[in-house]
C-alpha cells in the first residue's frame, strides 16, 4: 500500500513540475527517472502533465496579464516577459506562421515550450483550436527528445 502512495506521490511531484513554467519537461523527465520511474513512464506523466496546462493558458494568459500590468508590484516583470516574449518570437512566427510556434515549443532548449508557446500564441492572437494542437504537438516531441536525451545520461 505503501508504495502505491509512494508511486502517486512521486507521479504527481513529476506531473506539477511539468507544468511548471521553466522547468516542463526538461526538468520533470529526468527528475522522473531520478525518483525511480521507468524513462517511458516519466515520459508520459510529463507530457501529460505539461499538456495539462495548455488550454488553459491560451484562455487565461492576456487577460491575467492585462489585470497584473496595471498593479504596482507585477507591472515591470508583466510588461518585461510580454516583450522579451514578442522580442524572440515575432519574427519567426510571423515568417512560419504555426510551424514556427511548432518550433518554438518543439525544441527543449531554455526559454521555449509551451508556456512560452502560450504568451507568444496569446499575444500575437493567433486561433486558439489551431495553437492548442501545434502546442500540444510541439509538447510531444519535446518529450520524445527530452526523453531521448535523459535516456542517454542516465544510461538505461
Not at 509538447?139 to 531521448?148: C, K, P, Q, Y
Request: proline share 4%.
Amino acid at each position: 500500500m505503501w508504495e502505491l502512495i509512494e508511486e502517486l506521490k512521486n507521479e504527481i511531484l513529476v506531473m506539477m513540475v511539468a507544468a511548471m513554467p521553466i522547468s516542463e519537461l526538461r526538468g520533470a523527465i529526468p527528475l522522473g527517472i531520478s525518483l525511480g520511474l521507468s524513462p517511458i513512464h516519466s515520459t508520459i506523466i510529463s507530457i501529460l502533465g505539461n499538456m495539462a496546462i495548455v488550454p488553459i493558458l491560451l484562455k487565461i494568459l492576456v487577460p491575467v496579464m492585462n489585470y497584473l500590468e496595471k498593479t504596482i508590484i507585477f507591472s515591470k516583470t508583466i510588461g518585461w516577459v510580454k516583450e522579451r516574449t514578442l522580442k524572440r518570437t515575432r519574427s519567426t512566427i510571423k515568417k512560419y506562421s504555426l510551424l514556427g510556434l511548432f518550433i518554438l515549443v518543439a525544441i527543449p532548449i531554455p526559454t521555449t515550450g509551451a508556456w512560452t508557446g502560450c504568451i507568444a500564441a496569446s499575444l500575437l492572437k493567433l486561433d486558439y483550436k489551431s495553437s492548442l494542437f501545434v502546442i500540444l504537438s510541439g509538447v510531444f516531441i519535446a518529450g520524445l527528445i527530452v526523453s531521448t536525451i535523459s535516456y542517454q545520461v542516465f544510461g538505461f
